[in-house]
């Protein structure tokens, strides 16, 4: 195997795990990035006291802008990415169900092909009606 081989396999195996953790734990990575655009905002507003002139000013904006938008690009992804795992699990569950409606139709037809078959070669006699009838009038 390759060196790019390998690579891109850890990065596969690294962001399979990443996307079954944030599937399973959507709350943690949630308030994750709350608590993560919080700090980015205690940074704009420390870095903008701390800024001489406006060019500076204009530059710590500009830079907490790219920050932001990275951060909500990671956080659209990862989530996306669960979103994902959801309707993979819905499609199986889908199939899984589909599956399930078909056995259940084989086993109507086994069934309704079973009790044609018991009506057509059970006599009358053993029909519970047709006895009772036919004790009646012997006593």
């Known amino acids: 195997m390759t060196l790019h081989g390998l690579i891109f396999k850890e990065l596969d195996l690294f962001w399979n795990n990443l996307r079954t953790f944030a599937f399973e734990n959507k709350t ?16 704009l507003i ?9 060019p500076e000013l204009g530059f710590v904006i500009s830079v ?5 938008l990275a951060t909500f690009s990671l956080h659209k992804l990862l989530m996306e990415s669960r979103i994902k795992c959801l309707e993979n699990r819905v499609v199986e569950a889908d199939s899984h169900k589909k599956m399930l409606e078909e056995k259940n139709r084989n086993l109507m037809y086994s069934y309704q092909y079973l009790l044609q078959k018991f009506e057509t070669h059970v006599s009358k006699d053993l029909n519970p009606k047709v006895n009772y009838k036919s004790q009646e009038r012997k006593l």
């Open 28 to 43: 943690f990575f949630e308030v994750f990035f709350i608590f993560l655009y919080s700090f980015e905002q205690v940074l």
């Open 46 to 54: 420390f870095f903008s006291y701390k800024a001489k002139d406006v």
């Open 64 to 68: 907490f802008a790219v920050f932001v």
